[in-house]
């Protein structure tokens, strides 16, 4: 199996490979590797220990592993498998003080044995998720010396290179993933490496592979319904991403990702009332910023700004309180400062940080962004390109480089991003797509028509 083709055509890109949100704005962008998929994902022994626990839930299970700790404080496994269950927790809740809980019995069984898989692949599910992917790439090649035959260690590693900007080592090291197990983990990713790559058929069909392969979890199954509603989504293809969100909801009801996504359903449709309540529901299940946003952003679109106004509010004591818990929000707190015009030096400081620490197309986008906010259109535009080498189908990123270029009085340009823009997606964000119409048509380019998908 290949990985990454080339958009339109489909022919293979330099390594051929088969066939990866997040997101901390209402776009869901920029959206990250998937999170319980081989980076977070709990092990085979994880699972046995979960099927052992009365409802197989995540809260039953981290008090099983606690007793079995208790009665044999020197077993290495158990610590190991904790730690992955406080990671899991963390995911279902939202609550970024599981981190600290899960460093802690990881490190205990480092500690007790150094080189176990387990222990390696947990803490670096926790090094991705508070961000630190050169730990968490670090972690995923040691455990890849002691064990190369495991594919869940190519996940780590994989998701650590997408994260950094790597993208070819990141084909590489997917490809070995595929070839060796070809399942739910390796089929997500894989779309994910081809939507960066802008191939949007492809990304299509290997989510759908991911989807067909199913999940331990009924979790992750929905999880890759929800990826590929948002594929849909953000192409513009209203009526399909709904179908896939109310699956993920009929497999698994109130799942907040698939709540959150038919939110944007609703509010694309300007049902906003509808948006609200479900956007209400998701945050009230896992109040994670990205939903916040989402929610700030259609009470702003309503006509609320009083409300909106406190959604904001709120999305500044989650990223302290993440901050608290050893999450690095840089990147996703630049975009967010930007995109509402608050504290806009403090952004652009962030974004440089971020992008440092993470120089991937997304990175650099979010620094162009916030260098045009505070004025600097000539060092915007070359992140702008540098965001769009890929070749990534990204409305967000098409608007932010029209923006830029109209700044810099490159007038053709500008109109060539928009129109790309809203031909990808007229929906594509709240807060920007009036302003992409207006230019367009101040620019002299025909808006493309809003029912032609």
Request: no cysteine; net charge negative; charged share 20%.
């Amino acid at each position: 199996m290949h990985i990454v083709r080339s958009a339109g055509n489909l022919q293979l890109w330099a390594f051929a490979l088969l066939i990866v949100a997040g997101a901390f704005t209402i776009v869901t962008y920029p959206r990250s590797v998937p999170p319980q998929l081989g980076s977070v994902q709990p092990g085979d022994q994880l699972q046995a220990a979960a099927q052992q626990s009365r409802g197989n839930k995540t809260e039953q299970m981290i008090w099983t592993l606690q007793e079995r700790i208790r009665r044999r404080p020197t077993h290495v496994e158990s610590y190991a498998l904790l730690g992955g269950a406080y990671l899991q927790r963390a995911r279902e809740t939202g609550d970024s003080s599981f981190y600290n809980q899960a460093d802690a019995v990881l490190d205990e069984a480092l500690k007790r044995d150094p080189q176990h898989l387990e222990a390696l692949l947990g803490k670096g599910a926790l090094a991705m998720a508070r961000h630190e992917f050169r730990e968490a790439l670090a972690l995923g090649e040691q455990a890849r010396q002691l064990h190369p035959d495991v594919p869940r260690v190519y996940g780590v590693i994989g998701d650590a290179q997408i994260e950094l900007g790597l993208y070819d080592a990141a084909v590489e090291t997917i490809q070995t993933m595929v070839d060796l197990r070809p399942d739910l983990g390796s089929y997500s990713r894989v779309s994910y490496l081809r939507e960066l790559h802008g191939d949007l058929p492809g990304a299509i069909e290997a989510m759908q592979q991911a989807i067909r392969a199913g999940g331990s979890t009924a979790e992750n199954s929905q999880w890759v319904r929800v990826q590929l509603g948002n594929l849909y989504f953000n192409h513009g293809e209203l009526g399909t991403a709904e179908t896939h969100y109310a699956a993920a909801l009929a497999g698994l009801p109130d799942y907040v990702p698939a709540l959150a996504g038919l939110a944007r359903v609703r509010a694309a449709q300007q049902r906003y009332d509808e948006a609200i309540k479900l956007l209400n529901a998701a945050t009230q299940r896992v109040p994670l910023a990205e939903y916040v946003i989402a929610l700030g952003d259609v009470y702003a679109r309503s006509g609320d700004k009083q409300q909106a106004e406190q959604q904001y509010e709120l999305v500044k004591a989650i990223d302290k309180l993440a901050a608290s818990n050893g999450v690095n929000t840089d990147l996703e707190t630049a975009l967010f400062l930007a995109d509402h015009d608050i504290e806009l030096q403090a952004s652009l400081a962030k974004a440089r940080a971020a992008y440092a620490a993470r120089p991937s197309i997304h990175s650099a986008d979010v620094l162009a962004w916030t260098l045009f906010k505070t004025g600097d259109y000539a060092a915007a535009e070359q992140y702008a390109a540098e965001a769009l080498r890929l070749g990534t189908q990204d409305p967000l990123k098409l608007f932010h480089a029209g923006m830029i270029a109209t700044a810099r009085g490159h007038d053709e340009q500008a109109r060539t991003y928009l129109l790309q823009a809203l031909q990808l997606n007229p929906h594509f964000s709240l807060l920007y797509q009036d302003q992409a119409v207006s230019l367009l048509r101040k620019l002299g380019g025909t808006v493309p028509s809003v029912g032609s998908k």
